[in-house]
């Protein structure tokens, strides 16, 4: 069987470094993004110059409809999905809870939990043969991010309980679902948070002294993704350099 794979914000940061890893292991990619379209066909020119088979698909995966099509354009390009890595998500300025307003909690939950809800339904929907699912959560659904974004901490919280729910939902039809929880890893999302030299204050705190890259989250997720993670479901692997 072939292995088909959609990456959720597969245009930069971690979700572009998985995409690449994955097709380097043989994976057909669909490579998901939002906006970036010249970052997302740079992704899919580096897998097929490396003898690989990938797409871009520009969807909103926080909209109802786009997931839709996004899956539908995957089944008539590229056949039956078999893998997902739920991964697209963002984080807003920094802010303390009581500064929140309801748009932007609404905007934070809606894209990084609603998303990864529907993705996951098209998914399962299809892979009747089986399957395997990787949620990219967060250290910060274990850390709070107190004073930085709540929101955010508490939107990757949800993933982590969407990962145990689901994984004992689909277990019995041999849909593995697990979870990887990076933290301080070298993206642009830092930027989008208000603070791009982030990870620079905080590494003294980070046990391995320093931030991490977005292939050593790939390296996870492709793992926990493989049949070498057969008997492993509704599990995490925390990413932060012991924090
Ligand atoms: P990033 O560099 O900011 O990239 C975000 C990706 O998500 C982009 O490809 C973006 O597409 C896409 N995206 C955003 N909203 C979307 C939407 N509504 N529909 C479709 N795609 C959307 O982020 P990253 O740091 O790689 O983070 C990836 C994941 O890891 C996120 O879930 C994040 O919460 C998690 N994470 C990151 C860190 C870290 O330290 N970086 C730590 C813990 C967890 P465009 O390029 O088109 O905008």
Redesign the pocket.
Known sequence: MNSIVLV??????????TAVHLAKLGYAVCV??????T??NNVVAKIEGSGGKAIAV??????EN?VIRLFKVIDSSLGRITHLV??????LPQMRVCEMSAERINKVLT??VT?YFLCCREAIKRMHNGGSIVN?????ARLGAPSEYVD?AAS?GAIDTLTRGLSLEVAADNIRVNCV??????????S?GGEPDR?ERLKKLIPLQR??E?EE?AASIAFLLSNEASYITGTFVDL?GGK
């Open positions: 959720t914000g597969g245009s930069r940061g971690i979700g572009a470094a998901n993004y939002l906006s970036n379209e970052e997302a520009q969807a909103d995966v926080a909209n786009d739920n991964n697209a998500g963002i984080l894209t990084n998303s990219v959560s967060s250290a910060a955010y990757k929880r990076p933290g301080f890893i070298h993206t642009n999302m830092h989008d990870i931030g991490g977005p989250v932060a």
